[in-house]
Structure formats: C-alpha cells, structure tokens
C-alpha cells in the first residue's frame, strides 16, 4: 500500500459532491501517476470543475478522499496546495496591479523566496512573449494574454503537480499551442499534470491517459489508443473528387455500411477498407473522375467520446 | 505560523495597492464621518476636547470598517477569489491579511484629527494608552467589517448598505455624542453592548483624563470583541466561501 501511494501523485476514492439533491461528482476513483499528463473530458456540466476544486482543496467533498503526494487534502490541506499549481477555469489576475507584480504576489503566498521570484518572473514573462508588458496592468491586456499570465502565475512555485481547467478555451491558435507546448515541455521535466479540455484533438496530443466523466459519473479511463481500440469497429475511408458526386451515384461497394456526406468529401463506412479503396479507384477512372484526397480514418478520440457520452444517456 | 503570518502581509500589500482608492471606501471611510460629525457639532458648545474625541473614535470606526467589507464582495465579482482560495493559505491568513490593510488604513486616517487636535491646542494625556487604543480598536472594527463582508454576494453595494444599517444606530448609542454617563440607564445598557463605546470612552480618557469606564474596561472590552468578531468572521467566510466561487 505504501509504495502504491508514492506512484500515484493523485489518489481518488470515491469522491462524491452533492449540490442540494443533486450529485454533480459520484463517487469517482482515479488515479494518476507521477509525470503523466492526464485528461479529464466530459460535457458542460459532467462536473470536471466539481472535480478540479476538490482536488485542489477549493471546496470540501461531500464524501470521498483525495491525497496528493500521499498528504489527504483534508486532513493538510496547506501543504498539499504548497506543491501544486492551479489554473481555475474561470479565474483572472488582480487587473488594478502589473504583471509583474500579479507574479511577486504568487510568489509571496507561496513562500518563494525574493531571488528565485525575481528569477522565475523573468522567465516565465520571456517565455509566455509578455516581457515587454510586464510592468503594464493586466487591465491593459488582452484575453490571450491574461490568460498566459495566469498559466505563468500557477508555476511561480515550480508546482510538482499542475492542474490546468480549460486553459486554452476561448484562445487563438498560436497562444493555445505556446500552452500546449508549456504542457509538454512540463511533462519532459517529469511533472504531473491534469487537464480538462473541451478539446479532444488536444487531449489526443497530449494526453497519456484520459478519463471521460458524464453526469458525475467516470465512463472510460484508458490511454487515449486503447480507448478508440475499444470502440473499434468500423473503420472508415474519406474520398473527394474534383466534381461534386452524390451519394446515390457511388456503385454498391462491398463491405460499405454507410455512406455519409462530410463537406465536400464522402465518408465510406467500411468494414474492408482496402476492397472499398479499390473499387472508388475504378468508379473514378470508368466516370473520369480525378481523386483529390484519399484518406482512411480510424475513430478519433471525439467518436469515443461522443459514443461513451451517448451511451450513457 | 510565521509562514502564514508572513503570506498574511503580502495580501495585506496586495490589498493595499488594490483597494484605498476605491470609490466606497473613500466615501464611507472619509467622508461620510466628517460629515455626519460636522452635521451634529455645528452651533453646539461642547468642549473642544470632547468633540476631538468623539471624532477619533469614530473615524478609527468608519476607516477601519471601510476597507474589509468591500475586498471579498470585489473579489467574488473579478474572479480572484478560486486563485487565492487555491493557494496555500487558511482563511484565516487571507482574513488577517485583510484585516491588516484595514487597520492600516484605519490607524494613518485618525492621525487627521488627532494632529488637527494638537493643532488647535488640545493636549494628549495618555498618548501611549491612546495609542494602544487606537491600534486594538482599528483590528476590532475591521474584524467587525469582515462578518459583514462574509455576505455571499458580488454586490459592493449590498456589503455597504449592510453594514450601513449596522453602523448609524451605533453612533448613536456609543456616548460620542452624549456621553454615556448622561444617559437613562436603559441607554447605558445599551451603550455597553457597542464597541464603540469602549474606544470613545478610551479616547475620552486619553484627551480628557477621565472617562465613564475604568480603562481596562475599555480595553478588556474591545479585546473581547475582537475575539469575538474574528471567530465569527472566520466561521462565517469558511461557510460562505464556496458559495462565491
Ligand atoms: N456552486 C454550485 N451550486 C450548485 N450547483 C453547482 C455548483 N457548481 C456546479 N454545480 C452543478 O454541478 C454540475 C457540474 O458542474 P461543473 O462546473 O463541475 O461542470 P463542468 O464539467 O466543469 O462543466 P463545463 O464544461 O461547462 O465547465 C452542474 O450540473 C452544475 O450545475
Ligand atoms: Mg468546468
């Protein structure tokens, strides 16, 4: 028992929180082992953020324990926050400070000393591109910007264990890979890391492990292939051609259950992909047709999650 | 514990920076003594001594409750709250924290009239019980602020009508302006249920070299409520703390 609670950085056991009669996180066990970046999806209202803030010891379980590192979060509840670092879904900076001292400030709740404040401050401004801005107030920022801040703000204590809920929601393209790549980079120096996302082709990236909570409840928690394996199944071949053709004009192609418009591609549901390859190739070159794309795709990780999703309603 | 005394401070530095311009405080804090002291002083004869302190007491009153109630409900509304409850501090250190910037600024506003006191000749009898006074009566009123700010709302208005309700019927009954020694005694009862009370009458000593309680009354009495609001305020905002989220 001892050793299994140094693996695991987070322990859950049937974490339970109910809202009134409702039970917005039901009896949930998860657990996470150390350096893993770990997903947790699920549809508005699944109860992820439910999730996050008793984690992170922002609001008390109805029942259930958490430990991280092996430390209840009940029982001890300051040193267990001094280790991690926390991004709230819906949390902002002190708008009326600076940048910089929206940092200082983290710094000194945390008990970081003066230096390496000063120092980490530096680079995390250098490395979230807001240098240049740092003595601004954060009223003058953009949305983009507060939130690299925020992300900057959770790591001024070098947290061992980092919880990320939506980070990259609402953000454009470069700032939500730059987050990404902090993700990553985080994981390469063997930190932990939970994150919720709306995002499944970022889970998809990042992620080793992801759980799928609905209605309070955990679906699936696999490693992202296992989980499409699982559904497996159909497999499925994505064709355009240079001129539109309708779904009616495709001959009867073997092994084809389903043929669905997708764009200006066509999704061929097959059970034999190859065959079905075969025979678009010979439909196109008897109807002089030019293939423009040809792909096969296996289930992503939203099929899985829209499957497990559904399932349970 | 000396950690969380000293994360205490920094909130208090934060709280500083952040809240002694805001509008409400300034208002309730500043103004709104002045003018009620002057609206009931004007065309009366009343010893000048008298009148300084009952205008020390009650500013120390009205500044140290000014900025308490207004840093949670602000908090709630700008979303600051999830960071700081995520940190690792208890709520008392977040608490104390606020409580110091109040007291702070409770502590530099009465240097006014005290100073325009000297100014106009009037003599301190007792600095150092003064001042022992006014520091403890700047934490009792800022923690007395806290429970009012304990209310689960955004609203900095709503906070303020609160504790507005609460703190005029105070004035009143607290012998700043009629000491308590002239009143009924149904009056006196209810004199010695205010803090204010205590500090006025502290004061009075300090300036005038006598007052209606023995002076460790006073200061027996506003240690009491200190401790008594600070319990309760920490109780009150671990309760309401989730439901600002
Ligand atoms: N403070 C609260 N009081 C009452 N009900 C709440 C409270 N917070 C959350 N809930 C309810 O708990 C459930 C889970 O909410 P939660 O915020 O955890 O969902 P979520 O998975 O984070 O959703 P989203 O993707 O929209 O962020 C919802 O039904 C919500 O209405
Ligand atoms: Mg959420």
Redesign the pocket.
Known sequence: MGCRIMENVIEVKKLTKY??E?A??DHINVEVGEGEVFGFL??????????VRMLTGIIKPSSGTVSIMGIDIQRDPIKAKQMMGVVP?LSNAYTELSAWNNLQFMAELYGVSKIDARQRAEELLMKFDLYGRKDHKVRTFSKGMKQKLIIAMSLMNDPEILFL??PTSGLDVQSARLIRDMVLDLHKVGKTIFL?T?YMEEANQLCSRVAI?NH?KIAAIDAPEKLKRRIGGLECVEVSFDMPVDVFDLPDISGVIDIRMSGDKLRLYTSEPGRTIYQLVDYSRSNNLEIVTLNTLTPTLEDVFIKLTEEME | MIDQLKRACAIAKKDVRIYYLKGPVIIFGVLFPVFLFLAFVIGRDLPVDFLIAGLLSMTIFFTSMSVTPVIAPTETQTRNLERLAAAPVSITTILLGDMLASVLFGIGISLVPILSGMAIGVTVKHPFILAAGIVLAAFCFSAMGLIFSSTPTSMTSTVMMISTMVKFPLVFISGIFIPVGELPSWGRALASLSPLTYITDLCRYSFQGTGYYPIGVDIGALLLFLVIFMTAAVKLHEKSL??R?
């Open positions: 809202y009134n409702l917005a996180v699920g549809p508005n209202g699944a109860g992820k953020t439910t999730t879904e809920d939506e919720t709306h909570i309070g | 989730p439901e989220l």
